[in-house]
């Protein structure tokens, strides 16, 4: 099993910045993919995201490229996403995820591909 505890987010004007983060325990080394997701009421959970424990550049949504930035830091076996630019259509509840198997391509994307799931926190940018 794996674990993820989720930290950060809160309450930002547009244009702000926050940083979340994804501290993972348990059996690890089992997770390869480890993913950011966002969810408003009423929709389904929407692909931020990716990145790998053992490195590669991370795969991010088209709506977040050049905001937002995933990062690792294997030591702390911990995943960061910092975001930036902050707009108010980026208001959700993130949940971080990782996944035992290796994805390829679309799949990275799929939120039904991943095995563990944070507790999710709230974002809220206000404009």
């Known amino acids: 099993q794996v674990q993820l505890i989720q930290s950060g987010g809160g309450l930002v004007q547009a244009g702000g910045s926050l940083r979340l983060s994804c501290a993972a325990s348990?059996?690890?080394?089992?997770?390869?993919?480890l993913a950011w997701f966002r969810q408003t009421p009423g929709k389904e959970r929407d692909f931020v995201g990716a990145?790998?424990?053992?490195?590669?550049?991370?795969d991010y949504a088209d709506s977040v490229k050049g905001r937002f930035t995933i990062s690792r830091d294997n030591a702390r076996k911990t995943m960061y996403l910092q975001m930036d630019s902050l707009i108010p259509e980026d208001t959700a509840v993130y949940y971080c995820?990782?996944?035992?198997?290796?994805?390829?391509?679309?799949?990275?994307?799929?939120?039904?591909?991943?095995?563990?799931w944070g507790q999710g926190t709230q974002v809220t940018v206000s404009s």
């Open positions: 348990g059996r690890t080394l089992r997770a390869e993919f």
């Open positions: 995820a990782a996944a035992d198997s290796y994805l390829f391509g679309t799949t990275k994307s799929m939120y039904s591909r991943y095995d563990y």
């Open positions: 990145t790998r424990w053992s490195g590669g550049d991370p």
